[in-house]
Antibody, heavy 121, light 111 residues
Framework: QVQLVQSGAEVKKPGASVKVSCKAS????????FSWVRQAPGQGLEWMGW????????NYAESLQGRVTMTTDTSTSTAYMELRSLRSDDTAVYYC??????????????WGQGTLVTVSS | QSVLTQPPSVSGAPGQRVTISCTGG?????????VHWYQQLPGTAPKLLIY???YRPSGVPDRFSGSKSGISASLAITGLQAEDEADYYC???????????FGGGTKLTVL
């Protein structure tokens, strides 16, 4: 069965960076990309971006351009999301999700369990 | 403020039918991009409910259905059950933003 297992919770200071991992299993990793979605406390879902399985293509939300990098490692079937210059309003649960898009985001179907990132001085 | 507008809340009694709307514009739903729907129970990750406007993934009851017309899409839930109480989100692609976008979410309360 498809499983996405994310890394554990993080506490970071403003200005720092965070890198969240997402290990996939149960399917052919090279056939799907990944979308990353975050949810601030008590708020709705925010689409952050998409990366192809082979790292050849990325598509980032305009609001995060220049601060976010999404990558994959096909040798370990793991996707990564790095967010830099953290601010307090980056405090959120970050989800990775397998995406059915080819060449760009389409729709996520399977989701990780979420990783809480807290930004606080 | 999302480019996809959903009502903040809807409610219905057990057994009733409710619909949740998702209204976009000419750069997203109106441009022909597909709409997908997610259900999020409290404290859990979102779950895919409807993809490509009106397709149900395996395991999703046929009480859930989706439709799309013009610049809007709708999620309908028939035979409302207590376990349907959750937040619901639409998702589509926006050509002007060059990325995907979620609606603001709708909280469904089963009375």
């Amino acid at each position: 069965q498809v499983q996405l297992v994310q890394s554990g919770a993080e506490v970071k200071k403003p200005g720092a960076s965070v890198k969240v991992s997402c290990k996939a299993s149960g399917y052919d990793f090279t056939n799907y990309g990944f979308s990353w979605v975050r949810q601030a406390p008590g708020q709705g879902l925010e689409w952050m971006g998409w990366v192809s399985a082979d790292n050849a293509d990325t598509n980032y939300a305009e609001s995060l351009q220049g601060r976010v990098t999404m990558t994959t490692d096909t040798s370990t079937s793991t996707a990564y999301m790095e967010l830099r210059s953290l601010r307090s309003d980056d405090t959120a649960v970050y989800y990775c999700a397998r995406d059915n898009g080819v060449g760009g985001p389409l729709y996520p179907d399977y989701w990780g369990q979420g990783t809480l990132v807290t930004v606080s001085s | 403020q999302s480019v996809l507008t959903q009502p903040p809340s809807v409610s219905g009694a057990p057994g009733q039918r409710v619909t949740i709307s998702c209204t976009g514009g000419s750069s997203n739903i109106g441009a022909g991009y597909d709409v997908h729907w997610y259900q999020q129970l409290p404290g859990t990750a979102p779950k895919l409910l409807i993809y490509r406007n009106n397709y149900r993934p395996s395991g999703v009851p046929d009480r859930f259905s989706g439709s799309k017309s013009g610049i809007s899409a709708s999620l309908a839930i028939t035979g409302l059950q207590a376990e349907d109480e959750a937040d619901y989100y639409c998702l589509s692609y926006d050509g002007s933003l060059s990325g995907s976008v979620f609606g603001g979410g709708t909280k469904l309360t089963v009375l």
